[in-house]
């Protein structure tokens, strides 16, 4: 027989959130791919993992939900900081999707 283990408790500790997905076919995230192969010149990684508030938006709301912005560091600190070529290239990025997402018309 192996080694058996019994604990009394456990105990959950630090940053917990539940889990969710939107799916990486969804046609915004489509758009918000191409719109950075665009400005950018590289296709993105789409990856998953770490914690936020979208779980609320994509599991209770049914509204699909991702993060994406700049790179930077030191992130939630006092030396955080942004790549501000990066951040320029979203706000590119982001403005291109509005007018994919929403539609436009041209004078």
Not at 82 to 105: F, S
Request: glycine residues 14%; aromatic residues 12%.
């Amino acid at each position: 027989m192996g080694t058996r283990y019994c604990w009394e408790r456990i105990d959950w500790f630090g940053l917990s959130f539940e889990s969710s997905i939107a799916s990486p076919e969804h046609e915004l995230i489509s758009i918000v791919k191409q719109n950075d192969e665009t400005v950018v010149g590289l296709t993105p990684k789409i990856v998953g993992g770490g914690g936020s508030d979208l779980r609320c938006l994509t599991k209770y709301a049914q509204t699909p939900a991702f993060i994406f912005g700049p790179g930077g560091g030191g992130f939630h600190g006092v030396d955080e900081f942004l790549d501000l070529k990066e951040l320029i290239n979203v706000t590119k990025i982001l403005a291109l999707t509005i007018l994919d997402w929403c539609g436009y018309e041209e004078e």
